[in-house]
């Protein structure tokens, strides 16, 4: 059966513990109860509450072509996340739509917090880049992710980069963007 994944709200040690597919690790107990690193996962879910995107004029039915690229990067998105800190939710309603939740790695400021971004691939997908958004809850948490959700990454086109190579092409794929925000936090 499919699920419904999270809507804006804060990310709690609850949460954490539901987007860990296996139910193992992706979570500490004891004391004040705050997240850890999550096992990361791939998964296909029936909606979203909540998503940034539901409503940009980018996301419409998409053509055969972006929901062939769709499917490409699901695939790419299943089998090649890294084992610990992040979790990627793709909604089989509105294919253009992903979320990805990154847990701070260890030794960071940012340990401990669990991040969430949503994600839309816009009509011309691959020849644009995707549209990402932080769920900032109105705090700068780094230079490149601002309170308002703008994140800042040349992969993204939001930012100039200095090398060719951080800028997007249509080789591009989610699973770079997803990577590149993760060395963010």
């Not at 090398?163 to 989610?174: A, R, T």
Request: net charge negative; with cysteine; glycine share 8%.
């Amino acid at each position: 059966a499919e699920k419904e994944a999270e809507g804006p709200e804060a990310p709690t040690v609850e949460k954490a513990k539901a987007l860990s597919s296996s139910g193992q690790g992706g979570y500490v107990e004891g004391g004040d109860e705050m997240v850890d690193m999550i096992e990361s996962s791939f998964e296909v879910v029936e909606g979203f509450t909540g998503h940034i995107f539901m409503h940009d004029p980018s996301c419409g039915a998409p053509g055969r072509s972006l929901a062939k690229r769709v499917r490409q990067e699901w695939k790419t998105l299943s089998t090649s996340l890294p084992k610990y800190g992040i979790a990627v939710r793709a909604c089989s309603e509105n294919l253009q739509l992903i979320k990805a939740f990154i847990s701070g790695p260890r030794f960071t400021p940012y340990y401990r917090g669990l991040y969430a971004f949503d994600i839309l691939l816009p009509n011309d997908y691959p020849a644009a880049p995707p549209k990402v958004r932080f769920h900032a809850y109105k705090m700068r948490i780094n230079p490149n992710l601002y309170d308002d959700g703008y994140v800042c990454l040349s992969l993204l086109g939001t930012w100039t980069g200095h090398k060719q190579c951080e800028k997007w092409s249509e080789n591009s794929n989610v699973l770079q963007v997803i990577l590149s925000i993760q060395s963010l936090v």
